[in-house]
């Protein structure tokens, strides 16, 4: 198939591991990801699984605000993650508390844990959610 063609190195399924852009979007059962390693498997080597979370050894520059703003911007932390990233930068919640008032970060629920996310522009927030 088309995948085999391309002789990747390494290939990787994936699941969300914190909140998708879409609401409606929700992992595969471990039944369903089995099974797509196994066919995966059969025409490729070296499949691996990304389904699970990457840890909180997040850099600080200096600045916990843009830091927290530039690591939003690609993808949700999780809240202990920003604690840590807090505990790096000897600082308080105070920072987290003032980027959602002033509506640069939201906090969003996935799975029962809490994570926080750069707002979103209204236009891109408009396209996500399907209007």
């Given at each position: 198939?088309?995948?085999?063609?391309l002789?990747?190195?390494?290939?990787?399924?994936?699941?969300?591991?914190?909140?998708?852009?879409?609401?409606?979007?929700?992992?595969?059962?471990?039944?369903?990801?089995?099974?797509?390693?196994?066919?995966?498997?059969?025409?490729?080597?070296?499949?691996?699984?990304?389904?699970?979370?990457?840890?909180?050894?997040?850099?600080?520059?200096?600045?916990?605000?843009?830091?927290?703003?530039?690591?939003?911007?690609?993808?949700?932390?999780?809240?202990e993650?920003?604690?840590?990233?807090?505990?790096?930068?000897?600082?308080?919640?105070?920072?987290?508390?003032?980027?959602?008032e002033?509506?640069?970060?939201?906090?969003?629920?996935?799975?029962?844990?809490?994570?926080?996310?750069?707002?979103?522009?209204?236009?891109?927030?408009?396209?996500?959610?399907?209007?």
């Amino acid at each position: 198939g088309f995948l085999a063609q391309l002789k990747p190195n390494k290939t990787y399924l994936a699941i969300p591991t914190r909140p998708p852009a879409k609401r409606t979007i929700n992992a595969a059962s471990e039944e369903t990801i089995n099974m797509a390693y196994q066919i995966f498997g059969k025409r490729l080597s070296n499949v691996e699984y990304l389904i699970g979370y990457e840890g909180n050894a997040f850099a600080f520059s200096g600045n916990v605000e843009d830091d927290l703003l530039s690591i939003t911007s690609v993808h949700p932390m999780r809240e202990e993650a920003v604690v840590e990233l807090l505990k790096k930068a000897d600082t308080g919640w105070g920072v987290v508390e003032k980027l959602v008032e002033d509506g640069r970060l939201i906090e969003v629920g996935y799975q029962g844990r809490k994570f926080y996310m750069r707002k979103l522009p209204r236009r891109i927030r408009k396209l996500a959610e399907g209007d």
